[in-house]
């Protein structure tokens, strides 16, 4: 019987392909296939365009759409058909990388696709990378946390409830995912007095990044699926 | 008059020099001094050993001792002093790198310099970088955050009231700075049925790595200042 071949998670980072690390960088090289996540069929996959200049030309690349879910509960046909696809190419002896942007245990699609490849006994290797809301930190020149500050990270689509007590709970937070319910986050922040030191990126890294200071201002807009705010 | 040397923060990652991405490798490469932050004057650089295979033979290697503070307005004289050497440094035409674990803008000393050199006109590049509490998620196939769920990152060291508040308002958890307090800190997780699901990492990616995941039994140990507990 042939081998299963190995499954790598890769973190290829927030954007910047500088931001690779030499160890995504190996793996990328080394894999027989790239799994290139995308989240509609029309788009294309964000996290490719980042490792692309490292894909050696003999390397399969496939393309998986996945859809957003909300937890682990909800078991899509895609999830399935795109985890069957994965085994076959590992049960052929053949290893494959599924590229994640940013960092894949964090908020990332990887962990489920990670979960049922578990729990069908593949040999998992992930590696990580760095989250936007760092690279998006240090291109601010905005310190996220020194000393005793404590940091929430919090996914915009999170229940409102929840949203306030973190941010009622945090020196500085991160909002993630911010695009339909920007509205209602704006105005969660301006009750906790975290409005004025708020600031957006949208994009951040990527060739139509936009950064965005006067939160207040653009109530009502409908921002890029990957934005962040940071708050301190 | 020499125009002023740029000064940059390196994040170094974690531990694992494979861990540093290409833009931290290329800064280290061009820069024409390196500072080596350490904790205390016996003790080595933990971040200079980590980018240690990428400093070229003829740059020059400046260690500096920086004491713990606890926020910015703690001025001590260390701080001062380190701040006038890498001024003069600047001042001559040099470019001067900072290394730090992890990521720069995130606890790090560096903000505190970096703070100082802002305020005297300094060009200043930070190149963020992978922070522990990511790399042991993807080490222990343990993923940090998917969906809804909210993260705290709480520096163990925070007040007592603030730390329990945040515990009680995420999904998982990330404590840093885990040492003197340890016991406090199981105590803590224990009353917010957090205790079970927690996993200690100390030096995570060094050689002298250790993994502790029943942290009740190892109440009244002594840790390195390097851990981190995960807990979902």
Redesign the interface.
Same mark, same amino acid.
């Given at each position: 019987m042939t081998k299963l071949g190995t499954f790598y998670?890769i973190?290829v980072?927030?954007g !910047?392909?500088?931001?690779?690390?030499?160890?995504a960088?190996?793996a990328i090289k080394a894999v027989d296939v790239i799994i290139a996540p995308k989240t509609e069929k029309k788009e294309g996959s964000v996290a490719l365009s980042i490792a692309r200049s490292h894909i050696r030309p003999s390397t399969e690349i496939i393309y998986q759409v996945f859809p957003m879910?909300? !937890?682990?509960s909800e078991r899509t046909e895609e999830f399935e058909d795109n985890k069957a696809e994965i085994l076959s190419i590992l049960r052929s002896g053949r290893s494959a990388a599924f590229l994640t942007i940013g !960092?894949?245990?964090?908020?990332?699609t990887y @962990?489920?696709i990670?979960?049922l490849l578990?729990a069908e006994g593949v040999e998992?290797v992930? @590696?990580?990378? =760095?989250?936007a809301f760092?690279?998006i930190?240090?291109?601010l020149?905005?310190?996220?946390?020194?000393?005793?500050? @404590? =940091?929430?990270? @919090?996914?915009a689509?999170?229940?409102r409830g929840?949203?306030e007590?973190?941010l009622?709970?945090?020196d500085a937070a991160v909002l993630m995912k911010v695009y339909k319910n920007f509205d209602e986050i704006v105005d969660a922040l301006e009750r906790q007095g975290k409005l004025d030191e708020a600031v957006l990126v949208s994009r951040g890294g990527l060739p139509d990044e936009k950064i965005i200071d006067d939160l207040a201002a653009h109530r009502g807009e409908r921002l890029n699926y990957l934005s962040t705010i940071i708050t301190k």
């Open positions: 998670g973190g980072g927030p !910047d392909p500088e931001l690779l690390t030499v160890k960088i190996n879910v909300k !937890d682990f !960092d894949p245990m964090f908020y990332s @962990i489920y990670f979960r578990k998992v992930t @590696i990580p990378g =760095v989250p760092l690279a930190a240090s291109q020149g905005r310190p996220l946390a020194f000393g005793n500050e @404590i =940091v929430s990270i @919090i996914p689509t999170a229940p929840s949203i007590a973190a009622g709970s945090c």
